[in-house]
């Protein structure tokens, strides 16, 4: 299986997840949640590259039989609903089709508002598959956060969250980056340090650099980099990190998780 994780670490959490394994990436999978609290890939240009030469997709989404199925989303939990199955690994960054078809378990499957995924979570996918493609290769984590009461969806309960993120690090460049957005609209998108992520949302990205000087000049070139970076929305709103810290107050090693491994 090629090298997900950067340094050979998952994410840590402070809720307890089983790693499932796909071909070209990785999920952390809460049963509790019925939900993925996040997933791993290592994006190079080359896989890029093949994506693009895949034929048109036509795959839909279907439940995840690696998961038990008391812990198990169904599509029927998504029907009448003002939430879409949205993937947090893109299936365009998926390098051939055994993949992408990996990619439409819904165990890759987040609730998020359509409206949201169109106009502003696209744009950002874009925005980090031209990083990769300017700078040969990332190691990319996307995840979700629960900032308010939580809501869920169907006979399953799929959790929705109020918020989505993805962070990003360049290995050659040595340097990264995060934004987080509301799962909503206006998504109200910020740009974050690796601190902020770990010490608010409650989520590690890399812990492979923890106390290390490669971590400390990732974060001060990603510091660099985001005073001129800018997106359509502003500022995740910071009345709601209070009532954050109780549902995720610090990122803490989840217990030893069970780790399925794709066929």
Known sequence: MPRIFYDHKPPETNLSVNIICGHHFALGYSEDRTSSLWSAEHLTRTGLLHAAQLPPDRTRFYPDERVPVTSRAQLDDYRQVPFMPAPLVPHEDMPDLASRIESYALTNAIPQDPRFHALSWKSIEDSFRKDVMENEEAYIITGVAYMAALNALGWDQIHVPTHIWKGMYLPRQKKG???????????????????????????????????????????????????????????????????????????????????????
């Open 177 to 263: 980056k995060a934004i987080a957005c509301r799962n909503q609209i206006p998504a109200e998108c910020r740009w974050l340090d690796w601190d902020e992520l770990k010490n608010v949302i409650g989520v590690n990205p890399f812990p492979g650099f923890e106390s290390t000087e490669e971590r400390d000049k990732a974060e001060n070139a990603a510091e660099k980099d985001l005073k001129d970076a800018a997106v359509a929305a502003t500022g995740v709103a910071t009345a709601e990190t209070s009532s954050a810290s109780q549902e995720v107050s610090s990122a803490v090693s989840a217990p030893s998780p069970q780790v399925v491994q794709a066929e």
